[in-house]
DNA sequence: CAGCCGTGGCTGAGCGAAATCATTTTCGC
C-alpha cells in the first residue's frame, strides 16, 4: 500500500532544544577530557550530572538565558556551570572546552567509547601511541603496538579490533518495542534454565523509557543455576564480554547488550528495586537509608549486619518510610516525596481505556483498517474508536470524505463499536472541510522521515489554531482547550517526554491509541502509548479515552463558534 | 563543581563483579 510521501506541517522542536543539546554535549565532552586528565572525580560528575539533566530538561535554555532567568535555579546547575550555560548558548563553546582541546584532541572521546577502554587507557593511548581517532586506534592494533603497552595485553588488543569491527554493542538505544522481541525470547529461555526461580526484566526496560540501551534480566535461582549458561548459550548471542557465577553480560546478533544478574531469593526485591533504577532513584533512595541509619544495597536493606528487607521491592520503600512507587516514575523527578507524602498519582492503566485512537491514511482503504482496529479494541472489551482521517492539502478536494467517513463508521458497526470520528488537518488549515464530523484533529510534527503520521497530534477541540509548535510549552499551549493524542508506533515514539510532561503540567489531558495498523499489534502499541503517559504521571482523570462515549463526544466536539477569548 | 549549613570549607554513593594483567581498569545501577 502506497504511504504518503512525508510531510513535516511544523517545524520540528529539535531547532528550540538545540540548546539545550548543544549545552549537554560541551557538557560531556569536558567531562570526559577532565576524567582523561585525572581531574577531580567529583568536578568530572558536576559536569556528568549537568549534562543528563539539561538534556532531559523541558524547558528551553536558549529562552531562559535571553529572559535572564536564574540557572542556578536549575538542578546540578551552580554559579560557574550557569555561567558557561549562558557562553555556550551565546558563542556555541566555552573558553573551558576550548583550554581542554589544547591539550587533548576532541576525537579522543570516540576512543573513550570503545568497549573495554576508559579514560585511563585513552590517556595512554594518546600519550605512548599518539591515538588520536578511531582511525588510529585501528592502525596502532593492527600493528600489534597495543599489546606493548603496560596495562594491555594481546587480549585487550584482539577486544578493540572486534569492537571496533562492530562484534561488540553498537551503542544505539533500540526502541522499546523492539527490545520486548528480544527481551522477551530471552526471559522464557532463562525462565527454563534449570534451578532458576524467578526471571524478570529490570532496568530502562522496565522503566518503560522510549528507547533503551540494554536489557538488564534479573534471576532468582537455587544453589545450582544454569542461568548464566542459557544465556551465553543463547542462539543469537555473538559475543560473551563477561561471564561470572552471579553476572554476564552477552551481546546479541542485533547489538543489543544483555546483562543477567543471579541473585538469591532474599536479595530478589532489592535487587529488582536496585537493577530497575534509575541510578538518580536509586542515589536518593540509599540516602533516605543513609538518614535512617541503613544500608541499601542490591542484596537487601541493612542495619548494621541484619538484614532488616529485601524480599520484595515493597519492603525496600517500607524501610524507607515510601509507598511502592511504580517503576515508570522512578527518575528521581518528584516521586520520593511524593511517595513518602502518600500522594503518588493513580498511574492510567491500559484496561481502563474505553476506546482506542486509529489513524488512517488518504492512501489506506479506510474501511480495512478500521476493521482491524475495531476488531481488537472489542476483543479488549472497548466501547469506542476514535478514529483520524489524514486530510493533507494538496488531496483536499479528490478524496470524497463523506464516502471515506460513512465507510469508517460501517466497520465499526460491524465490530458493535462506536465511531467518533475526526479529520487531520494541515496546521495552516483554518477551517474544517466537513461538517459532519465529530472532532478535528492537527498534526503536530514528531513524524520522522519516512513517516506520514505524527506520533503527537493536537485533538483540538474548541481552540483556534495558533503559532506553529516550537518547543514543547508551545506544543502544549496550542492544545490547551482541546486534547493531545499521543500514538503508540514503536519507530514513532521517541523523545515524547518533554511534550508529555509538559502537558500534564498545563493540564492539557490526552488521547492514548494503538494508532491501527492493520497489521495487528495493537495491544503492545496501546500499552506503549500508556507507558509513556504513565512515565509522565497521568492518571486516568487526564486521559480522554479512559472516559465515556458522552462524555468524550462533547469534549472534543469543534465549537466552531468559539474563536478567540480576550 | 554543586550543595549544604558550621556561609567558607567540607563532602560527595560506592561497591561488586569481572576481565585482564600482574594490580589496575572498566562497567554497571
Known sequence: MARAAAKSHVPADSSDRAANLRVAAVFGEIADLLE????????????????????????????????????TELPGVGDDLAGKIAEIVDTGSC???????????????????????????????????????????????EQRKIRELPGFGATSERNILDALAGLLGTGRRLPLADARVHGERLLARLRAAPGVIEAVIAGSYRRALATVGDLDFLVTARSHNG?????????????VLAEGPTRATVVLRSGLQVDLRVVGRDSFGAALHYFTGSKAHNIAVRRLGVARGLKINEYGVFRDERRIAGRTEASVFAAVDLQFIPP?????????????????????????????????????????????????????????????????????????WAAR?????????????????????????????????????????????????????????GAREGDAARDPTALVRMAVGGALAVVGDPARLTALEPELQAARAAGVPVVLGSGGEPGGGQASRLELAVSQARRAWFEAEAVVNSRPLAEVRELLAPRRQARRRA
Open 227 to 239: 542461568a548464566i549458561a542459557a544465556l551465553v548459550g543463547a542462539p543469537d548471542v555473538v559475543h
Open 405 to 461: 467517513l460513512k465507510a469508517a463508521a460501517a466497520a465499526c458497526a460491524e465490530h458493535e463499536l462506536a465511531p467518533l470520528q475526526g479529520l487531520e488537518l494541515d496546521i495552516s488549515q483554518r477551517t474544517c472541510p466537513d461538517e459532519h464530523v465529530d472532532f478535528v484533529a492537527a498534526r503536530l510534527s514528531h513524524a520522522p522521515r519516512g513517516a506520514s503520521h505524527p506520533a503527537l497530534l493536537r485533538i483540538v477541540g
Open 95 to 141: 573558553a573551558a572546552l576550548d583550554e581542554l582541546h589544547r591539550a587533548w584532541p576532541p576525537t579522543i572521546h570516540d576512543v573513550m567509547r570503545v568497549p573495554g577502554v576508559g579514560p585511563r587507557r585513552a590517556r595512554s593511548l594518546f600519550e605512548q601511541l599518539a591515538v588520536r581517532t578511531l582511525a588510529d586506534l585501528r592502525a596502532a592494533a
Open 328 to 400: 515508570e516514575l522512578r527518575e528521581n523527578r518528584g516521586e520520593i516525596a511524593a511517595a513518602r507524602a502518600g500522594e503518588l498519582p493513580r498511574l492510567v492503566a491500559a484496561e481502563q481505556l474505553r476506546g482506542d485512537l486509529v489513524l488512517v491514511e488518504v492512501g489506506d482503504e479506510a474501511s480495512a483498517v478500521v476493521a482491524a482496529a475495531a476488531a481488537a479494541a472489542r476483543a479488549r472489551g472497548q466501547e469506542y474508536l476514535l478514529i483520524v482521517h489524514e486530510v493533507p492539502a494538496r488531496a483536499r478536494a479528490h478524496v470524497d
Open 36 to 71: 582523561v586528565e585525572g581531574q577531580n572525580p567529583f568536578r568530572v560528575r558536576a559536569y556528568r550530572n549537568a549534562a543528563h539533566e539539561l538534556g532531559g530538561l523541558g524547558r528551553d535554555l536558549a529562552a531562559m538565558v535571553a529572559a535572564g532567568d536564574d540557572l
